[in-house]
């Protein structure tokens, strides 16, 4: 069964510091999707980012920084010179067989990241 | 991505009553699901909403307690009946991405209060 584990409940750093969120999952597929997703006070989710199964890449975009390690069946989530703007829930999220019609998205129980001024 | 609103936005509701959520979509879309965020939780899957058919609910949800409707490519709704104070939640309607290849897109959810 496909499980998506984000241990660090709360995380709270001074503006301008990095910050990584941790992401771990499970799954017995080998082809399969991973998701970031960014929930704002204000309770819309925002997705991020994508990155399937087979691309290892790592991906930056702008402070935005994805670090996907199968080896260690983790896919975790750096932001660099936090800015207040960030403090939101991040939740990382998991799909098996990502393009097919019967696909399901599970989502990790989410951190809450604040960035204090 | 696609454009998706939800009706209400938020209410308050008597417990024993049943309300229904309207998500509309700007454009058609195959795959639509329901989603609950109890408070301070994750997200969990209620149903995808097919159209033409029944819904497909996951383990936990029936049809009985949460009927869903999908009379198009474009709508969907979500009735939750019989409302308890353990029903009070952020319901969030969600469209797969045009490319299908599994992000989702969420509506900005449908906050319910059952007193």
């Known amino acids: 069964a496909q499980k998506v584990t984000q241990a660090q409940t709360e995380i709270s750093v001074v503006e301008k510091e990095d910050v990584t969120l941790d992401c771990v999952y499970e799954t017995r597929d080998t082809t399969y999707y991973l998701f970031w997703y960014k929930q704002p006070p204000s309770g819309e989710l925002v997705f991020l980012i994508r990155?399937?199964?087979?691309?290892?890449q790592n991906e930056i975009s702008g402070r935005y920084s994805w670090n996907f390690q199968k080896s260690t069946s983790s896919f975790n989530f750096t932001i660099t010179a936090s800015q207040v703007v960030d403090s939101a829930v991040y939740f990382c999220?998991?799909?098996?067989?990502?393009?097919?019609?019967?696909?399901?998205?599970?989502f990790g129980s989410g951190t809450r990241l604040s960035i204090r001024p | 991505s696609a454009v998706i609103s939800q009706k209400p936005s938020r209410d308050i509701c008597q417990r024993g009553t049943s309300l229904t959520i309207q998500c509309q979509v700007d454009s058609q879309v195959t795959m639509m699901f329901w989603y609950r965020q109890q408070p301070g939780q994750s997200l969990t899957l209620i149903a995808t909403?097919?159209?033409?058919?029944?819904?497909?609910?996951e383990s936990g949800f029936v049809i009985d307690k949460f009927p869903i409707s999908r009379p198009n490519l474009t709508f969907s709704t979500l009735t939750v009946s019989n409302m308890s104070p353990e029903d009070s939640s952020i319901y969030l309607c969600?469209?797969?991405?045009?490319?299908?290849?599994?992000?989702?897109?969420f509506g900005e959810g449908s906050r319910l209060t059952v007193l």
């Open positions: 999220a998991l799909s098996e067989r990502g393009y097919s019609s019967a696909s399901k998205i599970i």
């Open positions: 969600s469209v797969m991405g045009l490319t299908n290849t599994g992000e989702l897109f």
């Open positions: 990155r399937n199964s087979f691309d290892e």
């Open positions: 909403a097919n159209q033409g058919s029944e819904a497909t609910y």
